[in-house]
């Protein structure tokens, strides 16, 4: 059955149903198997879309801009922007929550991988760092063999 030949009790219900449903999830791979397993791949590319496209009128890139950016038209632009515009909580919060997730995502990249990151600085300087390989191997020696000695 169509939306438009819906009841308002029933799309409210229906409503209700799915928003209960992607609330009781946590974290960002139960919700991605949620939306894999409940929409097809065309639609979580068009709703993707639409975020990409909101976060980057909030950018305040042009309308022609995005839509060649991302090969969508002009109207799909221009819905999101009046959905922006229409001041869509739930569009901004979204957006929001994305944006603090990316902000921790490039943190902890930068703490692990940057230029003086323990991982760094020990492939720069191995040799500043064999004592603490050599004492690695031994600890792991002695746990191993203390481990064998328990099993017998």
Do not use: C
């Not at 308002?8 to 919700?31: F, H, V, W």
């Amino acid at each position: 059955m169509r939306p438009r030949n819906l009841t308002k009790k029933q799309t409210i219900e229906t409503l209700d149903a799915l928003y209960t449903a992607a609330g009781s999830l946590k974290g960002r791979e139960a919700m991605k198997r949620f939306l894999r397993d409940l929409l097809t791949p065309s639609e979580r590319v068009m709703l993707g879309r639409r975020i990409l496209i909101a976060r980057r009128l909030l950018a305040e890139m042009s309308h022609r801009e995005i839509a060649e950016d991302l090969g969508v038209g002009n109207d799909t632009v221009w819905k999101v922007h009046r959905w922006l515009l229409d001041s869509m909580p739930g569009y901004e919060d979204a957006l929001d929550g994305m944006e603090r997730e990316f902000k921790k995502r490039a943190f902890r990249a930068e703490v692990a991988y940057g230029p003086y990151s323990f991982r760094a600085l020990k492939q720069k300087y191995p040799l500043h760092f064999l004592l603490f390989s050599l004492a690695d191997g031994l600890s792991r020696k002695s746990k191993k063999k203390n481990y064998q000695e328990g099993q017998h």
